[in-house]
T-cell receptor, first 112, second 114 residues
Framework: GESVGLHLPTLSVQEGDNSIINCAYSNSASDYFIWYKQESGKGPQFIIDIRSNMDKRQGQRVTVLLNKTVKHLSLQIAATQPGDSAVYFCAENMGRTDKLIFGTGTRLQVFP | KAGVTQTPRYLIKTRGQQVTLSCSPISGHRSVSWYQQTPGQGLQFLFEYFSETQRNKGNFPGRFSGRQFSNSRSEMNVSTLELGDSALYLC?????????????FGSGTQLSVL
């Protein structure tokens, strides 16, 4: 079926620590993956994306890792800040279709 | 450049009524996608429009429909509202749409069905 799952529904980290949010995707034919951040009352905001011909991609304080062997995606946030508190979604273009399928989300809580 | 604009921001309707939501994509973007988001769920894909044609459709009943105008603005309609239709409806645009392109989301329309 069409599904992208997240291992941890809630992740609590201390300010300044690194955060790792994990995601399992279901379709081995998917070739594009993307992470979004959604703050309360707002629409999802693009963080970073990666294509299947890459294993790693870095942005500003964020890194996405793709392991196609086990169909696993992760988002690493360095030096987590209170402003990073939000729900994070991964998504895949299910089997190279024209639609992005989203996971259920992981809530990241940052405490001082 | 202005972002994706959705109106209205909030709506309250009663069961059996119908509702129309509006979305203005980023200038120059030709693809508009609609998603439904409910508490505890991920974003559920409704449909995608490109050049006034529905290009993709999710697994929602026929009560959910949409359209796109020549200026790329889009509307979605839900008829015969049910309590379970209460959700945040999100619109997203991209330049040409397709499998490998990021979406830019609006802030959504919060629909409450009483």
């Amino acid at each position: 079926g069409e599904s992208v799952g997240l291992h941890l529904p809630t992740l609590s980290v201390q300010e300044g620590d690194n955060s790792i949010i994990n995601c399992a995707y279901s379709n081995s034919a998917s070739d594009y993956f993307i992470w979004y951040k959604q703050e309360s009352g707002k629409g999802p905001q693009f963080i970073i994306d990666i294509r299947s011909n890459m294993d790693k991609r870095q942005g500003q304080r964020v890194t996405v890792l793709l392991n196609k062997t086990v169909k696993h995606l992760s988002l690493q946030i360095a030096a987590t800040q209170p402003g990073d508190s939000a729900v994070y979604f991964c998504a895949e273009n299910m089997g190279r279709t024209d639609k992005l399928i989203f996971g259920t989300g992981t809530r990241l809580q940052v405490f001082p | 450049k202005a972002g994706v604009t959705q109106t209205p921001r909030y709506l309250i309707k009663t069961r059996g009524q119908q509702v129309t939501l509006s979305c203005s994509p980023i200038s120059g973007h030709r693809s508009v996608s609609w998603y439904q988001q409910t508490p505890g769920q991920g974003l559920q894909f409704l449909f995608e429009y490109f050049s006034e044609t529905q290009r993709n459709k999710g697994n929602f009943p026929g009560r959910f429909s949409g359209r796109q105008f020549s200026n790329s603005r889009s509307e979605m309609n839900v008829s015969t509202l049910e309590l379970g239709d209460s959700a945040l409806y999100l619109c997203a645009s991209s330049s040409v749409g397709g499998a490998a392109e990021k979406l830019f989301f609006g802030s959504g329309t919060q629909l409450s069905v009483l």
